[in-house]
């Protein structure tokens, strides 16, 4: 942004790193410029201008804010700074004259970005001698959404072994920015001058820089494709090496570089050893190893990796990182629902999975989509999923129910999620064999009963209704109820038979469904000793059960139901909540289950089991990333994840075959239908 653009009288420049000093001498003596703002210092001086807070801004009459700094970091700034520029008619852009606090339009495809393909950046790999990778977000992502996520982890940490350090976090960031001013520190140097400060007791630099890089690489994953790219510039000869602004160590870096099978490399460029960045002198550094040669630096950063290349006369091939993807989408809209660290790891995982892969813009219309059927399970399912069940779990524990019965065939899957979770009861937690058919059939005791299952319409002929619904078929003249009424005295000795096996224990018993009336609920109700409670994902019609004494409370109250849009998208979470075992119709006099007929095909029960394995994937990714203090539920957010659903194109085939059966009601429902 030159000075003359400037239409305002009064400015402060956001950011106090060399980049700022450089435009400070551009300018001259152009526009006034009240003082410079930072997210950690607001007070001292720094090129000859006032370091001030945001509210000194404010009362200055600060009319236009410039963001000095990376491009992904613009974003951040603008985020914090958003709701008191916008109070105070302060406009915010950032140095390339891009307006910072233009909310973007959700989009789910990438029209409007520069796009490319593998092969445009093979073939300029081709013309090159020396091949240069950037290391973070370019082949290299984490499962968090902004790299500074990792110390909030830390700090967590800390916590956990008895340091509490107050805003451990912004003083580690604060610290590190300030070395990063004309240099590039090491880690270990960083918590050096952390501990100089008086920050932190009880731990050596080399312990606190550990445990840093022991949290960061846990959370590193390879991005889909450019193992191929490295692969190609090493087996076409090229002298292949890494240029990475990082405060670890090149021996580190090797390291992690070795367990991703990537132990090619001629050589490596960590900023950290030569105390230089890519900014300021680490391009010039790789120019002098390799002089003669012609270079091509890889990388994702607007900033670092195309203008400073461009300056020290490197030529630059830029490829998008996840987040880069994400942000040209509009963030999907779902900015606004992220507020904390949880949230953010919820993005990160989506990310490291929707956006792994940088080279999506083969197709002619652009559309972002989801191949396997897997990542269904793992980012649009799986938050919800996942908050549901910590819901579930704390109900169970504030309540001391004594038994939690997983009712088949909802409870298969939670049964392994709450293996990993934990349910603390006196009693059993087990998975019960039950169906909405089972408990019916066992629990008819009155004509009154049987008018309440015949108001829930039947999309069949009578003698399907009957065959499906009570197992039984009626000569002609035969009376219907007395026939319906004498299979279930048989039945429900026959369930009672396995209720007893199970050796539960007196008193209070949950009854989990995922989306129900209750009537499973209501005709167990006649067969067991035990008080049941329902919790539910999300109950159906509760005024249909306000008169049948059950004790029901849902995940979704009816006050959310009715503001949130999960009608419109749960049934893609039933789809997937399901055994690899048909329905149980009833018992036999051992009280062994009689299951139905399996109707689903082997790809669809296949498909069902690749988004199970997607969900558990998550499970275990979000429970080894977010400290139990920190988990947050956030249905806001989950809806939105599971929206996409609908939103994105999704292209695997055997997802697109499925069919969602209700016996019950004799419905079968294409999925294609109802995306």
Known sequence: MQSEELAVEKIALYGLGTETERLISQWGGGPKIIG?????????????????????????????IIVVARPGSCKVIAKRIREVCLENGISVYDVRGNDLLEIKEAKFDFSGINVYTKRDLLTAIDKADVIGFDLFDTFIGRKVLFYTDVFYLVESALKRNGTEISGFASKRIAVEKELSVGGAPKLVEIYERLLSEGTIDGA????????????????????EGMTDVIKYANENGKIVVVTTDCYYSKEQLLGMLGKFGLDLWDDVFVSSEYGKSKANGLFDVLKEQ????????????????????????????????????????????????????????????????????????????NRIKITDARNIGYFICGPMILDFAFWFKEKVKKESMTNVLLCARDGYLMEKIFDKLGLDVEGKVVYFLTSRTAAIRAGIESQE??????????????????????????????????????????????????????????????VFDFVAKGTTQLFLKKLMPQELCGLYFLQLEPEFMSDKGLKIESFYTEAERDKSVIFDNYYILETILTSPMPSVDEFDEHGNPVYASETRSEANLVCVQKMQEGILEYVDDYLSIVPEEQRVINKQLDEAMLSLVGKLEITDSKFRELVVEDPFFGRMTKIVDVL
């Open 36 to 64: 410079l703002l930072d997210g950690f210092r607001e007070e001292g001086e720094l090129y000859g201008y006032p370091i001030i807070s945001l509210q000194k801004a404010v009362e200055a009459g600060v009319q236009q």
């Open 204 to 223: 050596s630099a080399k312990e606190l820089a550990k445990l840093e890089w022991e949290i960061d690489s846990s959370l590193f994953v390879l991005r």
């Open 449 to 510: 009963d049987l008018d309440y299952i015949d108001s829930m319409k039947f999309f069949g002929s009578d003698d399907e209704n009957l065959r499906t619904r009570f197992g039984i078929s009626i000569e002609p003249g035969e009376d219907r109820t007395q026939a319906i009424l004498k299979k279930s005295e048989v039945q429900r000795i026959n369930y009672k038979e396995y209720i007893d096996s199970l050796g539960l224990a007196s008193g209070c018993t949950v």
């Open 290 to 365: 390799y002089a003669g040669r012609k270079i091509l630096h890889i990388g994702d950063d607007e900033y670092v990796d195309v203008e400073k290349a461009v300056e020290a006369g490197i030529n630059y091939y830029r490829i998008y990182g996840a987040k880069d993807l994400y942000e040209s989408v509009g963030c999907f809209g779902l900015e606004e629902s992220a507020i904390n660290l949880s949230d953010k790891v919820k993005i990160g995982l989506m990310l490291s999975k929707l956006f792994s892969n940088p080279f999506q813009f083969d197709a002619d219309d």
